[in-house]
């Protein structure tokens, strides 16, 4: 099938205490931490592109532009939608954006490139 610009993925959690800054280390207070929404929008990234990889293939992260305009408190619903924007060579370009229950909470640009799996584990073990 391969990959294609407009392909979507989504990618959903609730928020619970071990998500927030001050459990992660990214802030002191109890609300939805960045990192934490940086995973989910990246998931949500692999999910759209899950079904266009061959065999034997991922998808790694290697740049994200994001931010996280609203606070989300404990207990709260959290999802993350991508869309493929653009695709060059290995390279795929994805719009993201989370929401929480009451509304958006962050949005921005991600890319991810095409790896095949043993390769890319090679190279990184490679450094023991």
Sequence with gaps: MGITVGMK??????????????????GDLLVYAT???VALMEGAACDAVAEG????QTTVGI???????????VGLEVRAE??????A???ITFAVRAFDEAGEI??????RVVVS????????????
């Design 9 to 26: 993925g989504v990618a959903e959690t609730l928020c619970e205490r071990e998500d927030t800054a001050k459990e992660v280390g990214s």
């Design 35 to 37: 990192p934490c929404m």
């Design 53 to 56: 990889l061959e065999e034997g």
């Design 63 to 73: 740049a994200l532009n994001i931010e996280h305009i609203s606070a989300t408190p």
């Design 82 to 87: 991508a869309e493929v924007t653009a695709v």
């Design 89 to 91: 060579g290995k390279g």
């Design 106 to 111: 962050g949005h921005g640009t991600h890319q």
């Design 117 to 128: 799996n043993q390769k890319f584990l090679d190279k990184a073990y490679s450094k023991l």
